[in-house]
C-alpha cells in the first residue's frame, strides 16, 4: 500500500478507507477538504489517488504501521532487493 510518487513516500487513499478501514470514508473527504492531508496524486482514469504518509494525522499513522509495518524500513528492504535485479535479455526472449 505504501508507494514512492515523484520522491515522497505516500499511501493510497482508498486503503485508508476501504481494505484498511483505518478511517471512514465521511472523515477522509474531511481531512481532504480542508487541506489536513497533502494529496500528491489525484484519483480518476483508473488511478488511485496517493496520500502523502507525512502529512497523515498521528493518530492514523500510528494505525497504519501497526497494520502495514514502518514505511521507511520497507522502502529500505526494497531499496535492497532492487539493487540485486539485473535485466536478462535472453529471460525476456
Same mark, same amino acid.
Given at each position: 500500500?505504501?508507494?514512492?510518487?515523484? *520522491?515522497?513516500?505516500?499511501?493510497?487513499?482508498?486503503?485508508?478507507?476501504?481494505?484498511?478501514?483505518?478511517?471512514? +470514508?465521511? *472523515?477522509?473527504? *474531511?481531512?481532504?477538504?480542508?487541506?489536513?492531508?497533502?494529496?500528491?496524486? #489525484?484519483?480518476?482514469?483508473?488511478?488511485?489517488?496517493?496520500? &502523502?504518509?507525512?502529512?497523515?494525522?498521528? +493518530?492514523? +499513522?500510528? #494505525?497504519?504501521? &501497526?497494520?502495514?509495518?514502518?514505511? #521507511?524500513?520497507?522502502?529500505?528492504? #526494497?531499496? +535492497?532487493?532492487?539493487?540485486?535485479?539485473?535485466?536478462? &535479455?535472453?529471460?525476456? &526472449?
Amino acid at each position: 500500500m505504501y508507494e514512492y510518487h515523484s *520522491n515522497i513516500l505516500c499511501i493510497k487513499s482508498n486503503w485508508l478507507y476501504g481494505a484498511g478501514a483505518i478511517i471512514t +470514508r465521511v *472523515n477522509y473527504q *474531511n481531512l481532504t477538504n480542508r487541506g489536513q492531508v497533502n494529496i500528491v496524486r #489525484k484519483g480518476g482514469n483508473g488511478r488511485t489517488a496517493l496520500i &502523502e504518509f507525512d502529512s497523515i494525522p498521528p +493518530r492514523f +499513522r500510528t #494505525k497504519i504501521i &501497526e497494520q502495514l509495518g514502518d514505511p #521507511k524500513e520497507i522502502a529500505v528492504e #526494497k531499496s +535492497r532487493l532492487e539493487r540485486n535485479l539485473h535485466h536478462d &535479455e535472453l529471460a525476456a &526472449e
